[in-house]
């Protein structure tokens, strides 16, 4: 089984801001289209003023939006990737059965901004769109279904939901920070990362100084107990 730790949503690359946390509710803002594919606004999604706010007006009700991951209301999330970062999850062999930890920029509601984990997906199928979109996923509002974002573009599909609150146990940055010094779970050690190979990375009192870009970072952990464990207590904060 696999573990990844996948970076989505606005930060100050992608929307100019950090995704806030409203009523103890993290609400990670979907980046903004730059494919000129999406047909989802902001306003759409009831998030248009925490857009503008995030971005400072640069995006605002009215802007497209990438929505992905894209939760249902019934339980369900589709999650798209394509190039170079898909490469990457093929290498790793995520599939079926893995399940995807979402996490983002966040800023706590005293303006502390930090990296948490806001929403997560059990791999139950993967479509690879330039075999043809399934049936089920035709009419979907999905920008990757929508249109082609690359020769390799796929769509993993599963259980998964957002969280329903801003819970110290779905927080990575370590308290005091700085943002990418990530309190780790006991079971993650050296070399059990992808992106995070270089030994100076893993500091000693259980913190990991994660890397400043990238999106899929992936955990082997095969059968392990322990991160089994670990999962299915991160899952039960949703």
């Not at 573990?3 to 950090?18: E, N, P, T, Y």
């Not at 146990?169 to 005091?176: D, H, I, K, S």
Request: contains cysteine; glycine residues 16%.
């Amino acid at each position: 089984m696999k573990i990844v730790f996948s970076r989505k949503g606005f930060d100050s690359g992608s929307g100019g801001g950090a995704s806030p946390i409203v009523d103890g509710k993290p609400i990670s803002l979907p980046i903004p289209d730059t494919k000129g594919i999406a047909r989802t606004t902001y306003g759409e999604l009831g998030l248009g003023e925490l857009a503008a706010r995030a971005s400072r007006d640069a995006f605002g009700a009215e802007s497209l939006c990438h929505h992905d991951p894209l939760f249902t209301r019934d339980g369900r999330c589709l999650f798209g990737q394509v190039g170079a970062a898909q490469t990457h999850l093929a290498n790793q062999g995520v599939g079926v059965g893995d399940t995807f930890l979402f996490f983002g920029l966040f800023a706590g509601e005293d303006g502390e901004r930090h990296h948490r984990i806001f929403g997560y997906l059990r791999v139950a199928a993967v479509h690879r769109l330039a075999e043809g979109t399934p049936e089920h996923l035709e009419g979907s509002s999905h920008p990757h279904v929508l249109g082609m974002h690359g020769s390799n573009d796929t769509i993993y599909g599963g259980e998964g939901r957002q969280a329903r609150f801003a819970s110290e146990a779905l927080r990575l940055t370590a308290p005091g920070g700085p943002l990418t010094l990530w309190q780790k779970p006991a079971w993650l050690k050296p070399g059990g990362l992808s992106y995070h190979g270089r030994r100076d990375r893993w500091l000693p009192g259980g913190r990991l100084r994660s890397v400043a870009r990238g999106q899929e970072f992936v955990a082997n952990v095969g059968r392990r107990k322990a991160p089994r464990e670990w999962l299915e207590r991160i899952l039960d904060e949703f």
